[in-house]
């Protein structure tokens, strides 16, 4: 299992809209071939930062959703919205 954490800065007008998009398009990230869990997180200090959390069965599930026209459509509009590049880490468990 791999989980996928980006950490996303918003500029701070953005962040209603991007919150709007997130819950517009969550339910057809879960229906990704190999997702298991999607969440979204946000700073407890500072509310222009979100976290996206995920799990996938293997590297080649998480590849697939992210080399997907869905996907680069999605980051497209969300790349649009921060106030600083996003950092992303596949990690898997030890």
């Known amino acids: 299992m791999i989980v996928r ?14 919150v709007t998009l997130f819950q517009e398009r969550k339910e057809t990230i879960k229906k990704f071939k ?5 969440e979204l997180l946000q700073d407890c200090d500072n509310p222009t930062i979100f976290f996206t959390y995920s799990h996938w069965k293997s590297v ?3 590849d697939k959703y992210r080399f997907s026209e869905f996907f680069k459509e999605t980051w497209t509009l969300t ?7 996003a950092r992303a880490q596949s990690l898997k468990s030890i």
């Open 79 to 85: 790349k649009a919205l921060f106030a600083e590049k």
């Open 34 to 38: 190999g997702c298991i869990h999607l």
């Open 5 to 18: 954490i980006v950490q996303m800065n918003f500029r701070s007008d953005e962040v209603e809209q991007f």
């Open 60 to 62: 080649e599930d998480l």
